[in-house]
């Protein structure tokens, strides 16, 4: 079994933070209003409360 290289990731994941980065700040420029969150988390509807009646 090989074993993972743990360089070639964390690069990856570096050029991945470095890329989007770069697309906010170019957003930015633009006048585009940038989200902090990912486009996956907010297609995910959050539960909403329902009022508890009171007796």
Same mark, same amino acid.
Do not use: C
């Given at each position: 079994? =090989? %074993? $993972?290289?743990? =360089?070639?990731?964390?690069? *990856?994941?570096?050029? =991945?933070?470095? @890329?989007?980065? !770069? !697309?906010?700040? *170019? @957003?930015?420029?633009?006048?585009?209003?940038?989200?902090? %969150?990912?486009?996956?988390? +907010?297609?995910? /509807?959050? $539960? /909403?409360? /329902? $009022?508890? $009646? +009171?007796?």
């Amino acid at each position: 079994m =090989a %074993t $993972p290289n743990y =360089a070639f990731i964390k690069r *990856q994941k570096d050029l =991945a933070k470095k @890329a989007k980065k !770069e !697309e906010k700040k *170019q @957003a930015k420029l633009r006048g585009e209003v940038v989200s902090d %969150t990912d486009e996956d988390e +907010s297609d995910v /509807t959050e $539960p /909403t409360e /329902t $009022p508890v $009646p +009171s007796n």
